[in-house]
């Protein structure tokens, strides 16, 4: 190789991207990781706070309401259920800004393990698919967990205190006003609300705190997206990860399966080994149209690559045939690992 093309690959080599003309090296491409870096560390501080607001109604409600039931014999203690029913609304708007936190979380937690990490610790190189991930993330947002889930979340995190404070205050209200209740079959029959008796009342109630309380057990604890824990509680929260199921969705690419048909298989599969970093598998087939030999290649890649091969082919080959279909699951290397056996 002469000294002019060794030249011209470290100077291809060194752009990161190009667009109309212009250029993208390595140097530019770190600043704009970095400035995109602390974008999202913006927007992930923003839902915090607004998760935090949500918090302080609650707070405020149930101060509130507290200080009203208990201030007179007279007043009604429904009024705790129906703050109860406003908790429970903030617990719901709180889950779902609690996703968004979360998304956001997750792409600056990527960001630092593979990214910024990587430049930190030998070999000082990110793993293969971090950007695959963080691409997959801005082409198509998917939240890391269900509503389910960040609702079991955020009453572990914060409303199980408010909501039990809540209900032993019910329960006060009914034992002590208007006057002490002398056995327990006097304060389920205080709690009927209207036609509805006091027995019903209280199961709804046990009912409902008894499935948040299996949210927030199921729901494990949200190690993906960089919490920070003791390292007994992060193997704990491994195996609650494990057993969650649906409940702890892992954000995970899009896995296609390119069938090549070429007369030029040996550059088109050297170029995607090379550029897109996949394997490729070449089988001999014949056009039954025309009787000519073609190499058929068989190549496994996530979603946001496909684009790259698309290009690559039509350089290498413009006369190839294309086939990119949906992979049911992909497992080898580079994608999911083999499962253990039982």
Known sequence: MTEQTESLSDEQGARAWTFRGGQLDLADFATAMIHFYRGEIQRATTWRTRLDTTTNWAVVTVGGALTFSFSAQQNPHFVLLLVLLLVLTFLYIEARRYRYYALWSYRVRLMESEFLAAMLAPPF??????????????????????????IGLRFRRTY?????????????????????????????????????????MMAAV????????????????????????PQPLRRLATTF????????????????MATIITSRGKKVASRLME???????ALQGTGMYTGEVRDVLLCAMTDVQTGHLREIVHQADPHAFVIVSRAAEVRGWGFSAFDAPS
């Open 275 to 281: 550029e897109v970093g996949r394997g490729v598998t």
């Open 125 to 150: 190189q990110p793993s293969a698919d971090w950007a695959d991930l963080l691409a997959e993330s801005l082409l198509r947002p998917t939240f890391p967990l269900t509503q389910w889930k960040a």
């Open 206 to 229: 046990g009912v409902v705190y008894g499935a948040l309380v299996a949210l927030a057990v199921a729901a494990g604890m949200p190690t993906a997206w960089g919490e920070a824990l």
């Open 160 to 200: 199980i205190w408010l909501i039990t404070l809540l209900l032993v205050s019910w329960v006060g209200k009914l034992a002590l006003h208007p006057a002490t209740v002398p056995d327990v079959a006097t304060a389920v029959e205080r709690a009927a609300v209207g036609a509805i008796p006091g027995a019903w």
């Open 241 to 256: 990860q494990r057993a969650a199921g649906p409940l702890a969705p892992k954000p995970r690419l899009q896995e296609r």
